[in-house]
Structures are given as C-alpha cells and as structure tokens.
C-alpha cells in the first residue's frame, strides 16, 4: 500500500472546544475548579468525545436485526438528556515504534515546560477511541459484550480478511487543548469509518445510548490540559504550537489493527496503564481458531450463568423468599421435631 502523506484532521471539526470570549481571570479559575469534582474531570475519554453532548437518534434496523425491544428504546429515549458516556470501545495502541515516538515527543514538550507533565497521557493508555456509550449496571454492560461479539461479524464483512493498518503521521491540537498524534490519509480511513458506523449501529439496535453528535475524527491523544486545571491559574490556558514544531511532519509508524476493547471510564486501570477492559474481540485472524470460538463459547456460557446468579440473589432478598426460609429452618422444624411421625415436606415451601 502506498504510503500516505501527511494529511490530516483538521482540529475545528475533531473537537468542540469553545471559541467565545474567554470570562475574566477570576471566574474562569472558579470554573475550572468547580469542574475538578466532577466524576469526568480526570477522564481521558471525556475532552476527546464531549461527553455532554446528546447523541442523535440513529436506531434505523437493519433486516437481520429485529431484536429491538421498542418500550425499551422508549424507556432509554427518556434518558437521553442525562446521558453520561462512562464506557468506550478502544483500538489499543502496542506498536512500540509508536509508543516510543510518542514518548519522544512528550518529553521535548516537558524539556520546555515541565509543568505539562502532568498532562501527558500515559504510554499503556494509547489508544484510538472508536465508540462512547453508557452502561448504567451489569445487565447493561452484558449488553455491551453481547454486542460487540455481533460487531465481530460486521467488521469481518467489511475488511474480508484484509488487515487494517493505521498511519500515523503528524501532530495537531483541539483548540490548543488537546494534543494528538494525526491518523494520515489513505485507503485505510474508509474501512476505519464503516467500523466505527456498524459499532454505532449494533450497540444502538440494542438499545445501548452510543455515540455523540459530531462526525467520528480517529485520533490519538497524547495530552490535554484538562488534566492539569490547577495550571490556568499559572496562566498556562493554551498548549504553545512551537513546543511539538518540530514534529508537525513526523512519521510515528504504523498500527495492525489486532483487537478492539470495550473499557470503563471510570473503573480502575490496569497495571500497564490500560483501561478497564471488560470484553475483546480479535480483528483480522481468517480462519476464526479454535480457540476464538472456545473463548466465545465459554463468555455466552459464563453470561448464562451471572444471569441465573443475578435471579437467584434477587429472590432470595424479597422478604416473602427470606419469610419462607426462616419458616423452614425454625418453625418448621420445629414442628418436625414434635411430630416426628409427620410426613409433611416443607421443602416445598420455597418452591
């Protein structure tokens, strides 16, 4: 494949950073603080999806998919306006070429300012973000796995056993809020656009709330000043274009796409500096191994199972259940003992 050229995204469509007059010093820094305390104020996902944004109603079906629980989507419709994203499908960044480039880059930036440590994104946290969403308990988040294992078949319709291999080439910003390392131009941005469009598409038929209002933008963020709020105060409001000059044209390698992750925003991170990782699909193994289909086979089976769990815990809490036991245990028993010729069987009491 020939490789592309330095193209790009262009930062006023990527991100919706605000372009209004800035307020005076003193409330602006009032602001900021009153945003450290929101749940997302330390997100990385957040600056990258504006998360406050309500999501358009795409819930159009496709025919292979009538499994759309109408009162259900009706249901969710109603919380569109409280929508709050706190999950994310990830491409997960592993090529060390970029990774070290990208720690190449940082670290000039730190040289001339090492205040903006604080806002590098950590190198086991690179990833490109290719859905949000929100999955309010376990239930839905089982819903988000059974999802993605159908996106599994979407994206192997689309790339047809061809790896997707992703360019990165550049640096830009949000604003000059958010850095990131730019995904080139080339024949791969298409392929990359209609996984993201079927992600949105199946997690929504499921009546997941997915997706924001702006065009999807791939991208990889390396750093972003929401990070370091306390900075504002220090007059540091903008990241300075001249600390990354000299990278604007830099090639940083190129990413196979292997696997695609749904992660928590919100949940601990892993000891690498990953997400939260509740579920995986490998992408571009043609044929599917034995063992894909083994992996997939027992993560139905275990769904299965923390569903009969889940039922069986909610029985046991309602008090007639807990009324019925203590009958059993005691009462009955106690009646057992005093009439041993009986052949009353309370056992069937909890059934």
Sequence with gaps: MERPGAGGINSNEGENVSK???PSEELEANTVDSLVDLPFATIDIKDDFGITDVPQKNLERSKGHERINKDQIKKRGKKRKDYQPNYFLS???TSKEITKGIKILQNAIIQQ???LAKAMS????FHITLLVMQLLNEDEVNIGIDALLDLKLFIEEILQGKPLTLPFEGVDTFGNQVGFVKLAEGDHMNPLLEIADAAKRTFQERGVLAGESRT????LTFMKLSKTPWLRKKGVKKIDPTFYEKFISHRFGE???RRIDLCSMLKKK????YYHCESSIAIGKKPIGIQDLINEALHRERMALQSKVKQIKELLLKPETQAKIRWELFEGRSINN???GSDVDFSTTLT
């Design 113 to 115: 300012d090492q205040r």
């Design 91 to 93: 491409i997960p960044i």
């Design 20 to 22: 209004k007059k800035e």
């Design 216 to 219: 999807f933008k791939p991208h």
């Design 122 to 125: 950590g190198d086991g946290s």
């Design 255 to 257: 990413e196979v796409v």
């Design 270 to 273: 892993q000891s690498n500096g």
């Design 338 to 340: 005093s009439n041993q």
